[in-house]
Each structure stands twice: as C-alpha cells, then as structure tokens.
C-alpha cells in the first residue's frame, strides 16, 4: 500500500491523487481527440465537470440513503469534507445520469459524445485500479508467485495492476481502432466496454473472494455478465439497422 | 480501532471527543478503541492534559520510542486503523478528523464479522 506521498512538509493521500490525475489527463486528452468526431471540444470539459459535481452530491446522498442511522444526530456530517462519506456506485449511476441529460438538453448525438469520451473512461479505468493498489482496496488472491504482494498478513496476487496493465493496453487498442472508418456510431464505446468487462472477467479470478451471490458466483462477475451481453445486443443491433440502411440505398 | 496522535495536531485533538462518544455508544459491544500518542514526537505532559481535560475514558499509549508508530508505518496525523476480530487490518484513515457517521459505518461492519 502506498497511501501517502510525501513532498517535502506535504502529505498527499495517494489513491486520491491518482484519481485526479487520471481525471484530469482523460479530460484532457479527449478534448484533444473531439475534432476526430466532429465535436466541438469546448462541450467536453463542462459536461465532465458538471457530472463529476453532480455525481459526488450524489455519492454523499446515496451513502446517506445506505446508512441513515450513522448520521443520527450528526447531521453535520452531511457536509463533511471527508471522502469516506461518498457511495461510488451511487455516484457513478448519478453522475451517468446527469451526463445523459446533459447531452439531451444540448441536442448532442449521445453515441458520438460517449465514442469521444473513451480514452476518458480508459485514462480512468486504468487511474482506478492503481488507486485501489495504492489503497491496498480490491486486493487479490493468495499467491507464492515472485511478484506478489504482502498485504493484510499474506502474500497476494497484485490484481489491481493486471487490471491497471489490461486497462492500459485497452486503451491503446481502442486509439488504434479510433483512426479507423468506423462501421456506426457508439462503435468504439462499446468495443471499448466489452474489452474492459472481458479482460475483468479473465483477471477477477486473481482477486481474493468478494460478496457470493450464488455458489461460487461473485457480485461483480454477474454484473459483469449482463453488462457484455447487453452491450453484444446493442453492437449487434446496431451493425444490423446499418447494414440494413446500406442495402435500402442500394 | 487504533488511533495515532498528538497533542499539538489540531485535527487529531478535533477528533477524540469523537472517538469517546463511540466509546459510550459501543460499550456493550466487543469494539475495543486504543490511541497511541507518539510521544517521541509530543511533550508527556500536554498530552496528560489534553487526555484529562477532555475525560477520555478509552486506554491511551504512550509511544515514547517511535516503534509502534514505525511498526505502523505512520507517516503523517491522524491515522486510523480498522482492525478485525482476526487481527487483521481492513482498513486506514489518514488524516482528519473522522466523522462520526463514518466511524459508526466503519465499526459496524466489522462488529458485523462472525466471531
């Protein structure tokens, strides 16, 4: 775990920084690519920031909705600055939301902007799993192999950077792929998507067991499942309805 | 839960009352709460002060080598650790103070463990 940086009399927490960091090169790097799709950079940058806000008023309301009774005569909590108070989950689906309406009252083509935003969600995926390995969150399974990692009184796979490794050649591909005539528009988005959950998929059986739904079905992993069949349908769809407008103009 | 401290650290004296009304929340519960004074970095007698002005009634230590703090690799305060029933650490909150919402959050899931 590597929870602090020290700079000389500063003390930085780590995974948190990385977030940032992450945050800001994804943000920065898809205003750069915009052009690509005929977008005007200028509308990334809000629509990011307002949905980072909205997503962490979010988080805080969705931790609040979780755990009531922590703020029982507390409520000063509510605007406690400490970060331990934010739900992700919530906050991530609050911020997708916000994001979503955002680009409708804009009258922005929804598959184009998330195809714009990818190397943003792939700087991020890859900024999250080193964050969870400088948090220790996340960690993996026993191993005697050379590289692993002493955590929690045992030695472990470091699964957060596989999945930070994956992450990161991810992200390359999909650049690769974005020079190329794309066959519909969301294609990169959603190659994008599959990529990640498959290479989670592959790599989760490194990380040490988390919440079982079923017999020896982990939480994440049906997620994960739902989320590559459901974005298999939409490519799927899509690539049909386009072939279909091809043979129509034929 | 471990707590490190000093007297002089505004955030680390923001927290203890804190940590003593959880102290009287949890009383009938196995959650045991020690705060370590890294008193080779503070002065004995400010943080017998502080320690009686504030009527703290969970055990407090008296790091006077800097060993537990190195054994814990403490590098800046507070720092809190969230320890299990097994001994193991489950979790580490650097800096301060820590909301009470957060530390009732925090406890409860790892009361929650199995024995």
Same mark, same amino acid.
């Given at each position: 775990?590597?929870?602090?940086?020290?700079?000389?009399?500063?003390?930085?927490?780590?995974?948190?920084?990385?977030?940032?960091?992450?945050?800001?090169?994804?943000?920065?790097?898809?205003?750069?690519?915009?052009?690509?799709?005929?977008? *005007?950079?200028?509308?990334?940058?809000?629509?990011?920031?307002?949905?980072?806000?909205?997503?962490?008023?979010?988080?805080?309301?969705?931790?609040?909705?979780?755990?009531?009774?922590?703020?029982?005569?507390?409520?000063?909590?509510?605007?406690?600055?400490?970060?331990?108070?934010? *739900?992700?989950?919530?906050?991530?689906?609050?911020?997708?939301?916000?994001?979503?309406?955002?680009?409708?009252?804009?009258?922005?083509?929804?598959?184009?902007?998330? *195809?714009?935003?990818?190397?943003?969600?792939?700087?991020?995926?890859?900024?999250?799993?080193? $964050?969870?390995?400088?948090?220790?969150?996340?960690?993996?399974?026993?191993?005697?192999?050379?590289?692993?990692?002493?955590?929690?009184?045992?030695?472990?796979?470091?699964?957060?950077?596989?999945?930070?490794?994956?992450?990161?050649?991810?992200?390359?591909?999909?650049?690769?792929?974005?020079?190329?005539?794309?066959?519909?528009?969301?294609?990169?988005?959603? $190659?994008?998507?599959?990529?990640?959950?498959?290479?989670?998929?592959?790599?989760?059986?490194?990380?040490?067991?988390?919440?079982?739904?079923?017999?020896?079905?982990?939480?994440?992993?049906?997620?994960?499942?739902?989320?590559?069949?459901?974005?298999?349908?939409?490519?799927?769809?899509?690539?049909?309805?386009?072939?279909?407008?091809?043979?129509? *103009?034929? | 839960?471990?707590?490190?401290?000093?007297?002089?650290?505004?955030?680390?004296?923001?927290?203890?009352?804190?940590?003593?009304?959880?102290?009287?929340?949890?009383?009938?519960?196995?959650?045991?709460?020690?705060?370590?004074?890294?008193?080779?970095?503070?002065?004995?007698?400010?943080?017998?002060?502080?320690?009686?002005?504030?009527?703290?009634?969970?055990?407090?230590?008296?790091?006077?080598?800097?060993?537990?703090?190195?054994?814990?690799?403490?590098?800046?305060?507070?720092?809190?650790?969230?320890?299990?029933?097994?001994?193991?650490?489950?979790?580490?909150?650097?800096?301060?103070?820590?909301?009470?919402?957060?530390?009732?959050?925090?406890?409860?899931?790892?009361?929650?463990?199995?024995?």
């Amino acid at each position: 775990m590597f929870l602090v940086l020290n700079l000389g009399p500063l003390s930085i927490p780590l995974p948190e920084f990385i977030l940032l960091i992450g945050f800001w090169a994804g943000s920065a790097l898809s205003e750069r690519r915009a052009k690509l799709y005929y977008l *005007d950079p200028n509308v990334l940058e809000p629509l990011l920031w307002t949905s980072l806000g909205l997503g962490l008023i979010g988080a805080r309301l969705s931790f609040i909705a979780r755990y009531p009774y922590a703020f029982k005569g507390q409520l000063r909590s509510i605007i406690s600055l400490n970060p331990g108070l934010l *739900d992700p989950v919530g906050g991530f689906l609050i911020a997708a939301f916000a994001g979503y309406i955002i680009i409708t009252r804009r009258n922005l083509l929804l598959w184009t902007v998330l *195809d714009s935003l990818t190397p943003f969600f792939g700087i991020m995926a890859a900024a999250v799993h080193l $964050s969870r390995f400088a948090s220790g969150n996340g960690y993996g399974s026993l191993s005697t192999l050379p590289w692993a990692v002493n955590l929690w009184g045992s030695n472990r796979h470091p699964v957060q950077l596989y999945l930070c490794g994956a992450a990161i050649l991810t992200l390359i591909g999909v650049m690769q792929i974005s020079y190329l005539k794309q066959p519909f528009p969301g294609n990169i988005f959603l $190659s994008f998507t599959m990529a990640t959950v498959g290479y989670f998929l592959f790599l989760s059986r490194y990380q040490a067991p988390g919440k079982i739904l079923f017999e020896g079905l982990r939480v994440n992993q049906i997620v994960s499942w739902v989320i590559l069949c459901f974005t298999l349908l939409l490519s799927t769809l899509f690539s049909v309805s386009k072939r279909r407008i091809v043979i129509d *103009d034929a | 839960m471990v707590n490190f401290w000093a007297s002089w650290c505004p955030p680390c004296r923001a927290e203890m009352p804190a940590f003593q009304q959880i102290v009287e929340e949890y009383h009938s519960t196995d959650l045991i709460i020690a705060a370590v004074n890294l008193t080779n970095q503070d002065s004995l007698s400010d943080a017998r002060e502080f320690i009686n002005k504030y009527q703290l009634t969970f055990p407090i230590l008296f790091d006077s080598n800097g060993s537990a703090s190195q054994a814990y690799n403490v590098y800046s305060l507070p720092t809190t650790f969230f320890i299990n029933r097994q001994g193991y650490i489950q979790k580490i909150i650097i800096g301060g103070p820590i909301p009470i919402s957060l530390l009732r959050v925090e406890l409860d899931k790892l009361l929650e463990e199995e024995p």
